[in-house]
């Protein structure tokens, strides 16, 4: 029987404590994968559960010396957890201060090591205990080689280059702990959006319970600058919801009888009750937070390329040292202290852990400022992929227009009414889900038409319908459909013409015998639809395509206002994705851009599938890689820059980790780098790489 577990490991933030985990449990029994989320400080471990448990895991690992805690296990840290090492550092960095005064003035050396040793045995305790757990779990981790590197100083007599090395490397690691600890608070900020508490009527009675313990169907109560606590329907009262943690929109949005609200939105005026939809674990915000937390775990293709150069980065960098310390006085006559001296130089920036962190800290601040814009992206390897796009495709309906279609028009032929025909057409399409559908089904009711119930209704994807209705057969749909049934005529192509020219949908009614009627449908362009094009072209995405099942004359009318040159119209679903594949193999990569349910197809044929709208809609929100939580077209763009950004700044950190080890490497076989300055060295490359990832966390602004 399969078994997982998520375990918290305290002072997991470099490699060499994933190495000593994976040490420990590769291969042992019952243990299936491991998946570590340095970030996070977790690994994710999967078992056998009739052969091992996850309180044997949790021992195995505790005995690396790492304090664990399981996911669902609330323990709260005491003093010594939280402020020990820090106490340690302090007292160690006062101490090597001490002994480098003394050793100003001192006679002997038997005045000033005291405090030296003292020194480096209290900030060393942590690196010492680590370094000795790991060589006897067979692996010489980065606090093993510091610990020979600070013992083969003291034994040379370098006791000050000893304290300073101890202090120094003591400060990186919780300045490293610091600085991560502020990006693994950005998404658990996300989670403190949602109150505590929910006021709810039940019967007849104002209480506030947790949200945890409201049911859907249960109406809340929000007053005046609360926020909402959980997802649900406005039943009373009208206000402006700031809906920005969810959706990224700057604007507040105006919410009366019907309209949805989300949990972690805010009130602002207005005095609402809301019948909640969703338990508190499935609101659209604890799904946002949710499906972070598993991006964030989501490997990168360039953390995959890091964590591979590492591996063999460590071994080479050991046996370099060894050679160092061996070859010139074997084989050269070289002074043994000083070639032994940059050795251990070596050995101390040899440690890795800038390299490993550059990328998982870049790829987690820019998937949480991404969610906080309004951009739900479902991993690493998606963030990287959007820097690559060359082309953009989107759907039409719905997409670059509002999609709120409605009748303009009813246009009766031969002795038909509008009446007759829209009734008609109202009661084929009451069962149907498609957007002309449900504009028809409404005009229908908005004229007060008592609909009839359509048998044996067949829908024809991309086309249309056929149904009978009081024993009469009946087509409604295209007129590509119509025409390919031979009902078509001059009078209908001629009226058909002049509204495609307006950029209006037409939908076409006929029995049997002839043509019936002709329904007018108009949509609108979405506010946005035009920055965002003209913003794509700026960033060189090109071509920018639209593709639609709409005809000839609407989609040259849409594509005309927006800009967009390259357009394709009269598409089935499979016609589609067959463009989409066209441009694949002609551009590389390409988004397509869609609502997330009828171009799931295109959606999940593209390098990336972007879903918009999609607060709310569980389809749109598993079938995309990335989801536009409201109907903004420019976080298309938003996405690109940020993507070419975070892969910028991955770049500049691998650069920036690499070069230092090579200057410290030159440095030290010259004999002009010290212990201490290659401590420095290390230490600020790692907390470079952590600031400038974490500049991605930054507030609203676009990258």
Request: glycine letters at 10%; proline letters at 4%; one cysteine or more.
């Amino acid at each position: 029987m399969g078994g997982a577990s998520i375990f918290h490991i305290e002072g997991m933030d470099c490699s060499e404590e994933t190495g000593l985990i994976r040490k420990k449990l590769d291969g042992a029994e019952g243990v299936i994968s491991l998946e570590f989320n340095i970030i996070r400080g977790t690994v994710h471990v999967e078992f056998d559960a009739d052969v091992t448990g996850e309180t044997v895991i949790r021992d195995l690992i505790e005995e690396t010396g790492l304090r664990v805690t399981s996911g669902d296990e609330e323990k709260s840290p005491g003093f010594w957890e939280r402020r020990g090492i820090l106490l340690l550092t302090g007292v160690s960095g006062l101490l090597v201060f001490t002994g480098w005064v003394v050793s100003l003035s001192a006679d002997s050396p038997i005045w000033y090591i005291p405090f030296f040793l003292v020194g480096i045995m209290v900030g060393g305790y942590h690196i010492f205990r680590k370094g000795i757990t790991a060589i006897m779990s067979g692996s010489a981790d980065m606090n093993f080689l510091m610990g020979i590197a600070v013992i083969g100083a003291a034994v040379i007599g370098e006791w000050l280059e000893a304290g300073v090395v101890v202090f120094l490397f003591s400060m990186a690691q919780l300045l490293e702990s610091f600085s991560l600890e502020r990006a693994r608070k950005a998404i658990e900020k996300l989670m403190d959006l949602s109150p505590e508490l929910a006021r709810v009527r039940r019967g007849g009675d104002e209480i506030e319970i947790t949200p945890e313990e409201v049911d859907p169907g249960e109406v809340i109560l929000i007053k005046p600058g609360e926020r909402i606590p959980l997802d649900g329907e406005v039943v009373t009262g009208t206000s402006h919801v700031d809906q920005s943690p969810i959706t990224g929109e700057s604007k507040v949005v105006m919410k009366a009888p019907g309209h949805e609200v989300f949990a972690g939105t805010l009130n602002s005026e207005g005095y609402l009750e809301v019948r909640v939809t969703r338990e508190a674990s499935d609101t659209t915000l604890a799904r946002i937070i949710h499906m972070v937390e598993e991006a964030s775990a989501t490997r990168a293709p360039s953390q995959n390329f890091v964590d591979r150069f590492a591996r063999y980065y460590t071994p080479t960098v050991l046996i370099l040292a060894a050679l160092v310390a061996a070859v010139p006085p074997l084989l050269f006559a070289q002074p043994f202290t000083v070639w032994f001296y940059r050795a251990l130089v070596l050995l101390v920036i040899s440690c890795p852990c800038a390299l490993v962190i550059s990328t998982p800290v870049t790829i987690v601040s820019a998937l949480t400022s991404a969610a906080r814009n309004g951009v739900l992206i479902k991993g690493g390897v998606y963030l990287e992929g959007a820097a690559s796009i060359r082309s953009v495709v989107f759907d039409k309906t719905g997409t670059l227009t509002t999609g709120s279609l409605s009748v303009r028009e009813v246009i009766p032929l031969g002795e038909n009414s509008e009446e007759d025909v829209l009734r008609i057409a109202a009661s084929i399409e009451t069962h149907s889900e498609h957007h002309l559908a449900r504009a028809i089904v409404e005009a229908g009711r908005a004229k007060n038409l008592s609909p009839g119930d359509p048998g044996d209704f067949e829908s024809i994807p991309g086309k249309g319908v056929r149904a009978n209705l009081d024993g009469k057969y009946f087509l409604l749909g295209s007129h590509r459909f119509i025409e390919e049934e031979n009902l078509c005529n001059i009078k209908a192509d001629e009226i058909i013409a002049k509204h495609e020219k307006r950029a209006h949908t037409t939908v076409l009614l006929a029995d049997r015998k002839e043509l019936l009627g002709i329904i007018v449908i108009s949509d609108t362009l979405r506010p946005q639809s035009i920055s965002a094009v003209e913003e794509l072209a700026s960033l060189g995405v090109d071509p920018v395509v639209m593709l639609t099942g709409d005809n000839e004359g609407t989609a040259s009318a849409i594509a005309g206002e927006l800009g967009i040159r390259n357009y394709h119209s009269g598409l089935l679903p499979g016609e589609k994705v067959e463009k989409v594949k066209e441009l694949l193999d002609v551009h590389g990569t390409v988004a397509v851009v869609g609502d997330g349910v009828n171009d799931a197809p295109a959606l999940a044929v593209a390098t990336i599938g972007v879903a918009m709208g999609s607060t709310g809609t569980d389809v749109a929100l598993e079938t995309s890689d990335v989801a536009l939580m409201s109907d903004d077209l420019t976080r298309v763009p938003y996405l690109i820059r940020l993507g070419r950004k975070t892969l910028r700044v991955i770049k500049e950190n691998i650069t920036i980790a690499l070069l230092t080890k090579f200057v410290f490497f030159a440095l030290a076989l010259s004999g002009l780098a010290t212990l201490w300055m290659a401590v420095g060295a290390d230490m600020g490359a790692s907390l470079i790489v952590i600031v400038n990832g974490m500049r991605l966390l930054g507030g609203r602004s676009d990258p």
